[in-house]
Each structure stands twice: as structure tokens, then as C-alpha cells.
């Protein structure tokens, strides 16, 4: 039992759907709550799509710095590849930001538009920084931008083609996350570039 679940999170492939499903299913949960319900839609859909970058980046932060302990415990971590003094504050680097976009979210309520600033800020710095460490992660890092997208729109039709755009690129990003977790194969032999 333990050696699956060792397994299961040294796994790079499973961390992505399973990340989606938790923050959509967060999202879902905590819309039907009443403190939502008190903000105007363009806030609500604000605070949902904040809401589902930050636990998605935040829940594969924790995944990655769980696999970086087991397999540096394990002996098994490549220091080849990265070393060890680069992957922890990686992790790190992506994990305080995503929760601190998550605790931001749950204030808008009270906060509403005051809290924009620091929104933004934490989602440029999530984007450039996922992008920084490769352009394969840009699917990851475009959530950021329709969060950023949204909030300076100011046209009705404008903000729900960014809503419908960031719809279907979370959609298509599951699937291919789904197909890449179902494959069995590692990142590298995914890509092809193994």
C-alpha cells in the first residue's frame, strides 16, 4: 500500500488532473456557499477563476515538492538533471504565491475590487515564473493571463469570450492531462524527447 502510494505521487503524470479536479470541485462547492453569492457576477466569475488557478498551481506545487522529498530520501533524484538546491525553491516559489492567491480569493467578499492589485500581482508573477522554467509550461501558465484578461475587460461580450476562451483551454488541458496520465509514460517519453 505504501508503495503505491509512493508511486502514485513520484508520478509526475497524475498531479495535473488531479489538481483540476480538486480546485473545480473547490470552486463548485465553495460558489454554492452564501459569501459568493454576495458579489456581482463579474466578481463571482473573478473569484472563481482566481480561486481555480491558485488551488490547481498550489496542489501541483505540494505534489512536486512531495516527489522531490521521496526521491531525494529514496536516493533516486537525478542531480544531473537539476540539482537539489534548484528544485526546493522551485516548489516553493510556485506554492506560497498559489495559496496566497487561494487566501486572496477568499476575501473578496469583503474586499471586492480593493484586492486587485495583489491579485494581479501574484498572477504575473505565477505566469512569468511557469513560463520562465520552460515553454511547455505555458498551458499552465495561461490560466494567469485570462485571470489577468478578465479583470481589465470592460466590455459584457469581452469578459464572457475570456470566460469561454479560459473554458475551453481548461477543457482541453484536462484532456490532454487525462491522455498523458492514462499513457503510463514519464514527461520526457510523452514529449518525445526521450
Known amino acids: 500500500m505504501i508503495d503505491q502510494l509512493f508511486e502514485f505521487v513520484l508520478a509526475e503524470r497524475n498531479w495535473l488532473p488531479l489538481a483540476m479536479l480538486i480546485s473545480i470541485l473547490t470552486v463548485a462547492v465553495l460558489a454554492g456557499r452564501s459569501r459568493p ?5 463579474r466578481l463571482r466569475i473573478l473569484w472563481g477563476m482566481n480561486l481555480f488557478f491558485g488551488c490547481m498551481i498550489g496542489i501541483m506545487a505540494i505534489g512536486h515538492l ?21 528544485l ?19 476575501r473578496f467578499p469583503e474586499g471586492g475590487w480593493s484586492v486587485g492589485k495583489k491579485v494581479r500581482a ?4 505565477l505566469g512569468l515564473f511557469l513560463v520562465s522554467l520552460g515553454l511547455h509550461n505555458l498551458p499552465l501558465a495561461l490560466p494567469a493571463g485570462f485571470n489577468l484578461a478578465y479583470q481589465f475587460h470592460s ?3 469581452v469578459g464572457w469570450t475570456i470566460v469561454a476562451i479560459a473554458s475551453a483551454g481548461y477543457l482541453m488541458l484536462f484532456i490532454g492531462a487525462a491522455i498523458f496520465m492514462a499513457s503510463g509514460q514519464s514527461f520526457e517519453q510523452f514529449s518525445g524527447a526521450e
Open 122 to 125: 501574484i498572477n504575473v508573477w
Open 88 to 106: 526546493y525553491p522551485i516548489g516553493v516559489a510556485l506554492a506560497i504565491p498559489a495559496w496566497w492567491l487561494v487566501g486572496i480569493a477568499g
Open 37 to 41: 453569492q454576495q458579489l456581482s457576477w
Open 155 to 157: 466590455r459584457r461580450w
Open 66 to 86: 512531495l516527489a522531490v522529498t521521496l526521491k531525494a530520501t529514496q536516493g533516486t533524484l537525478d542531480p544531473s538533471r537539476t540539482p537539489l538546491y534548484l
